[in-house]
């Protein structure tokens, strides 16, 4: 006959169904080794640590420690706040790096923080809102410049040179669309770029590579002329000169 | 009693009991994965390297930056680093008067700081070089102060002697290489000077400028002449055999224009050190080319070399020291203008199991084994308590069979 359960003591006994208190001992004891793992690994995780983590392991994690000294000893400085942001989006901590913004923003409502918001949305690989953040962050630089202008004009001064935020947000809108291969509205933002300082040698090749890629060879052409009238024998234009004359884009 | 209630019996509450316990387990599986999770954050430095092999034939370990979050507990432009026998690795701080010895995972493990700038016996001016003996004894130069100092494992000052700007130096079995002013000097481990060679000057040859590293092993020495851009190789008693280049790119008191022609093409632009791997293969650290290199011991033919410039973990940005680990085959890198030390290990060093296991040992992931071994014990327990009611229902039901029949 038949014995599933193997309590005629011919089939091995590990065969034999177990009854519902041998299951619950079973069950305890799993539980009180998974409470002990669990005690071991929190008891390690808290005494090593602390020890690894006293000091940076990497550029990322130097580069915070010192933003963060540097909140700590001046957290009324906008500029301290910003270096924060970049800091922790380096090292991938995006929703901190939204966090040190928003605080940075309350001492200090700089266009500066709104471009760190949009490399923020870059490096979390949300393209769309990066593109959207850098054209917001472009409209708050216009608006700060011309505060700042008409600060200096009742001072009695002029202010010259570039805006160096217009020109970061329009290069970073630019990019993100030539990576999109969206080389017409890149070019657009190049120029901006480039109305605010004609002699980025390096973002006259960026345009000329989008002209070139959108077949405005002649356009091409004249930014990698340009870009070696700022930078004689600058590599990058050379080469794409060179790929113009081969027939490559 | 209300009607619409059923009794239980004992059966119905022992599985809804047991059910209750399994959830409970499933639970505890689940915080155990949430522990394991932040073990892995704590453990895995935030902003590493996406892959450890950070460029062809060379795999990034880990930087070294200091001991704290301040700045003042961090390096500062470490020129030197030494690996002592049982993996401890020291890095010279010299503006801040300090050697600084950090465990093979990283973590910290002590301070050689005698005093800022101290001119007295024992203390530290501005240590520039460094190495260990076998014993794990200490010995770092100071430029300051014009003299070798010793410490023993627990850094206590043992010894010290006199000697002229000696920034590179290395122990080769009972023997300390040292280079001062231009000349090799030789010493027993206790300060005797036993030999010297070479004559200071520019150019090729056997002269020598004072900065650079050296290494030795039983038939040659091996020099970083850094100023004047070559590694020269001489025999033990101060015969040159080769120099690479063959002649020297430098132009200088004794160089010709020729040789000033030859510096762009010059393969070895600032080597800054020398080292041996475990099997006496040569390595030399280019300042300027921010790469190790691997040259052919008898003829100093470059073999390859590693490295690009650059401030993320895993590049170099004017590296000045190079210490090899034999036991975990990988080399100790003092990136001075990034202001720290990389471990790096290259290709073709011939690593082994033994090395890999060891280095296995050092990584700051070695600390799992504590709650892997909690739960092997655990298992074990499980597995014993079972077998033995298992062994007790067999015996019972054996002596039931027997009581029947």
């Known amino acids: 006959m038949k014995d599933p359960a193997g309590q005629n003591g011919s089939g091995r006994s590990s065969k034999r169904r177990r009854s519902p208190a041998e299951s619950q001992r079973a069950l305890v004891l799993a539980m009180m080794v998974l409470i002990v793992v669990i005690l071991a690994a929190v008891a390690t995780v808290i005494v090593y640590g602390m020890q690894v983590q006293k000091a940076p392991r990497t550029v990322g994690e130097r580069t915070l420690a010192t933003a963060e000294a540097a909140v700590r000893d001046a957290p009324d400085k906008a500029q301290s706040w910003l270096s924060l942001a970049y800091a922790y989006v380096e090292i991938g901590r995006y929703s901190a790096a939204s966090d040190a913004i928003a605080r940075g923003r309350k001492v200090e409502d700089l266009p500066d923080f709104y471009i760190v918001d949009a490399y923020r949305a870059e490096k979390a690989g949300n393209v769309e809102e990066a593109i959207q953040l850098y054209e917001v962050a472009k409209k708050k630089a216009i608006e700060y410049r011309k505060a700042q202008d008409a600060k200096a004009a009742e001072a009695g001064a002029r202010l010259t040179g570039a805006n160096e935020q217009l020109v970061s947000a329009a290069l970073g809108k630019a990019r993100l669309l030539v990576a999109q291969r969206d080389y017409k509205s890149a070019v657009v933002e190049y120029d901006i770029a480039l109305e605010q300082d004609p002699m980025m040698a390096d973002v006259l090749v960026e345009r000329g590579a989008a002209k070139a890629k959108m077949g405005d060879l002649a356009g091409a052409r004249a930014d990698y002329e340009e870009a070696l009238r700022y930078v004689p024998g600058m590599p990058e234009a050379l080469d794409g000169l060179a790929r113009l004359e081969a027939g490559d884009k | ?405």
């Open chain 2, 1 to 405: 009693m209300s009607e619409g209630l059923q009794v239980q019996g004992p059966d119905a509450r022992s599985r809804r009991a047991t059910s209750l316990l399994a959830v409970i387990l499933v639970l505890l599986l689940l915080l155990l994965c949430g522990v394991g999770y932040f073990f892995v954050r704590v453990l895995v430095p935030a902003g590493a390297p996406e892959t450890a092999r950070v460029s062809e034939g060379m795999t990034w370990v880990r930087s070294i930056y200091g001991f704290g979050p301040s700045s003042d507990e961090q390096l500062l432009g470490p020129t030197d680093v030494a690996i002592a026998p049982d993996g401890r690795i020291y890095a010279t701080d010299p503006q801040r008067a300090r050697v600084l010895a950090f465990n093979p995972d990283g973590t910290f493990a002590g301070l050689v700081h005698t005093g800022a700038g101290g001119s007295d016996r024992g203390m530290l001016g501005r240590p520039a070089g460094i190495t260990c003996d076998s014993r794990g004894n200490l010995y770092i130069s100071d430029v300051v102060n014009g003299k070798i100092l010793v410490f023993d494992h627990d850094y206590t000052f043992v010894r010290e002697w006199p000697a002229q700007q000696a920034l590179g130096m290395r122990v080769v079995d009972d023997k300390l290489y040292v280079r001062e002013l231009g000349e090799v000097v030789i010493y027993t481990l206790d300060g005797i000077e036993t030999a010297r060679f070479g004559e200071r000057g520019r150019g090729t040859g056997a002269v020598l400028e004072p900065t650079g590293g050296i290494t030795a092993d039983e038939k040659r020495v091996y020099v970083a002449d850094a100023l004047n851009q070559a590694v020269k190789v001489f025999s033990a008693d101060g015969a040159l055999l080769w120099s690479q280049p063959s002649t020297t790119a430098t132009g200088g008191p004794t160089g010709t224009d020729e040789r000033a022609a030859e510096t762009t093409s010059s393969p070895v632009d600032l080597p800054q050190d020398v080292e041996l791997d475990s099997s006496g293969q040569l390595y030399a650290l280019d300042a300027f080319d921010f790469s190790i290199m691997r040259l052919d011991n008898a003829t100093g033919k470059i073999l390859g070399k590693w490295g690009t410039p650059g401030e993320k973990d895993g590049q170099f940005m004017y590296p000045t020291g190079l210490a090899y680990d034999a036991a975990r085959d990988w080399f100790a890198v003092a990136d001075t203008a990034n202001n720290r030390v990389q471990i790096v290990r290259v290709e073709g060093t011939g690593g082994g199991v033994g090395q890999a296991v060891t280095r296995a040992m050092s990584s700051p992931f070695r600390v799992c084994a504590i709650p892997l071994v909690a739960l092997l014990v655990g298992i074990a327990i499980i597995l014993v308590t079972r077998k033995r009611e298992e062994d007790r229902d067999e015996a019972g039901r054996g002596s039931g069979s027997l009581a029947a029949e």
